[in-house]
Structure formats: C-alpha cells, structure tokens
C-alpha cells in the first residue's frame, strides 16, 4: 500500500476516568506494530503519560503531551493538534468521550480519522467508527443507522481490542473442575469475594477439600479487603492471591472456571474460552452483563445492590441467567449454583467453551489495525 503514515492515538487516562482507554488503544498498537505501522501517543497530561510507561516499560511507543489539552474539554487544543497533524501524512485515532462534532469536523478535514466508540452520543463525522458491543443480529441495523456518517463501521464483538497475549489456543477442558478464577475488577465495595469465600465454604465444602483444589483470587489495585484476604490466604490452603499479574490469558488457561465482575474481563474470558458467571455492581456495567448473557455466552448471576430502586436499568425476569438475583445474598446463591452445576458436567464446560470462544477470537485488535492501515491509504488528504 505505498509507505506506511504514522498513527497518532488520541486518548488519556487519570483517576477520574481510569485506564480503560490507555489500554485498549495499546492494544490496538500493538497490532499496528506488527504491520510495521508506526504509533505516536498523544495525551493531555503527564498522567495519562505516566500510566502509558508503566503499561509500556519497554518504551515501545513515543509519548507526546499536547501542552494546550485538557482531557474533558478537547476543542482547546485543536489549535495545535491541527498543526501536528499538518507536519506529516497521518491518521488520528480518537478514544475519549469528550471528544466533540466540531473536534473531529476539525480534525477530518486535515488527515483520516477513526473513531472508538461505546456511547453513540452522536452520528461522528469520520472515516471509519469501531463499536465493539455485543450487537444481537436483529439490533445491528439500529446500530448501522447511527453511524450514517462514518465511511466504514466495524461493528460487533469480533473487534474487540484485546492485547496480543489473547490470541492463543483455547485450552482443553479438563474432565474435573480443579481451579477458579474470581476477579472483582479494581475494587471491591460489595466485599463480595469475602462473602464469596465463606458461601463456598458452607455450600461447596466438598468440592474445596478436594486435593489439589484450589481457589485464585485477582486482588484489584483499589481492594479494600486486601489485607483480610492475604490473613486468609495464610490460613486456607487452597486460597491462592495474586496480583499485578502480567500475563493474565496465562492465568485464565490454567483456570477451569470463573466468576467475574462485568467489564473487560469477561471479553478476555471469552477469548480464552474459560467457561464463567458474571455480575454486576453499577449501572454502566448492566448492558455489556446482560448482552453476554442474552447472546448465551457468559450466564449473568445479578447484581450486588440490594434492590431494584438503586438500578436505574432492570433486567427483564427473562434474561438468560443464573437467576438474575439482587443483593449480596442472591448473586452468592446463583454463583454456588453455576459453580455446582458446572463442575458436575464436562459436556457443559466444552459447550460453554465453544460458545464464547466463537463470539470473541481474541483477533479483534490484529482486525482494527487492518482497517487502519487501509483507512490511512485510502482517505489520504493532500496537503
């Protein structure tokens, strides 16, 4: 395709919005390197710059901090961002949501644009939209309808930005359920794996003595009950704690089942075909909870509030489940279950397997880099 134009990424990270964008455009770069496509960051602050190389130790990528932005008010440094982008042939990738109409009408007139997106605030004026929710075949017409003007849309769980340690063969089910993965994400204000581990300890007696058993526990950076759990630890042998854990597909192979949190998790558990229950503490995280569950990939045990009044969304008495329970009593009772259910039945597990693995392949960054290096070609300005 002629020589390659340099991929500018367009995205922050900080405490108010957390990491999940850092993370999801290293992966797509990542990708792109493999194509030989060179990346340059572009970020607000130095803290969006220091999460990068902590993510990137090895400095893989340049980092460049745009000294007019401000992360929540994007249009301020258009001014100089145009001027970047006028230096050389390039492509802007944007991942943020304050990103504005007039941000990227501004931007689309310089160079090609692609756009991440999971709100659909707008119809965004770009070359190319990527949505990556799980999309039910007959709602990917409302979803095609939105995006009337973006040149190119991928749409759909098969362009989920994983990081590349997901691209791997699934593991083979093991005839008994010797490990399970429980993962809270970054916090855990419900106490749930706390509560979790005293419910298998009452209700799942049997399966727990069993030698060799063992129970792994993805201790979150913000964990409150950290120390509790490290006491623990010392007192059950099959408790097993880990933390700031760097090959996490590795972690999930070795694993049998798991219990997660929604978020991205449940994308990479798909990926690893690790057959698992989820359930839900906020109301962001209701929509990416039932869609796994409606498509039949990842059973949804409920919520951790106490009762409808504090969810502003409600799954329907029919969604596909465990129980769709609410409160900390519920959710606890339908994980015992899946974990009983699943353990007794290995057709299941391999069911279960097969039925994630084919919704997310763990390809979908090598997918998006693809699209960017045509994107780039394609929709080239002429300065």
């Known amino acids: 395709m002629g020589s390659h134009r340099l991929i500018y990424f367009r995205t922050d990270g900080n405490l108010q919005i957390a990491t999940g964008h850092l993370m999801r455009c290293l992966s797509i770069a990542q990708a792109c390197q493999v194509l030989s496509l060179p990346v340059c960051f572009l970020v607000s602050d130095e803290d969006s710059a220091s999460l990068l190389k902590q993510f990137d130790p090895a400095g893989t990528f340049p980092v460049r901090i ?44 310089i160079c090609p644009v692609a756009y991440l997106d999971d709100l659909q605030l707008f119809d965004y004026p770009v070359d190319l939209v990527i949505n990556y929710d799980i999309i039910p075949e007959d709602m990917l017409p ?15 769980a098969s362009y989920t930005p994983l990081r590349r340690q997901f691209q791997m063969e699934v593991p083979a089910v093991r005839p008994s359920v010797k490990d399970i993965l429980i993962t809270t994400g970054g916090s855990d204000p419900y106490h749930f794996c706390l509560n979790l581990l005293s419910c298998f300890q009452e209700r799942l007696s049997a399966l727990i003595a069993e030698p060799d058993f063992h129970l792994h526990v993805l201790i979150g950076s913000l964990n409150e009950d950290k120390r509790l759990l490290k006491e623990l630890a010392e007192e059950l042998p099959f408790l097993k704690l880990h933390e700031n ?18 978020g991205t998790t449940l994308y990479e558990l798909c990926a690893v075909g690790i057959p698992a229950v989820n359930y839900s503490f906020a109301d962001n995280q209701l929509p990416s909870s039932l869609a796994f569950a409606n498509v039949g990939a990842v059973p949804y045990a409920g919520d951790l509030r106490m009762d409808t009044e504090s969810c502003s969304i409600v799954p329907s008495p ?30 299941k597990r391999k069911s279960a397997q097969q039925s994630m693995h084919r919704l997310i392949d763990g390809k979908g960054s090598c997918r998006i880099a693809r699209a960017l290096e045509e994107c780039a070609f394609h929709n080239f300005r002429s300065p």
């Open 318 to 347: 029919d969604s596909k489940g465990t129980g769709s329970a609410y409160g900390l009593p519920g959710v606890l009772s339908a994980v015992c279950h899946f974990v009983t259910d699943m353990s007794g039945n290995m057709a």
């Open 66 to 109: 745009l000294s007019s932005a401000v992360y929540n008010d994007m249009e301020k440094e258009l001014t100089e961002l145009l001027s970047l982008l006028s230096e050389a042939p390039s492509l802007l990738f944007v991942d943020s949501y304050f990103v504005t109409e007039p941000y990227l009408q501004a931007v689309s007139g």
């Open 245 to 262: 854990v760097t090959d996490m597909a590795a972690l999930m192979a070795s694993c049998d089942l798991a219990i997660s949190a929604a």
């Open 142 to 156: 409302s979803y095609q309808a939105a995006y009337k003007r973006a040149g190119q849309t991928l749409l759909g």
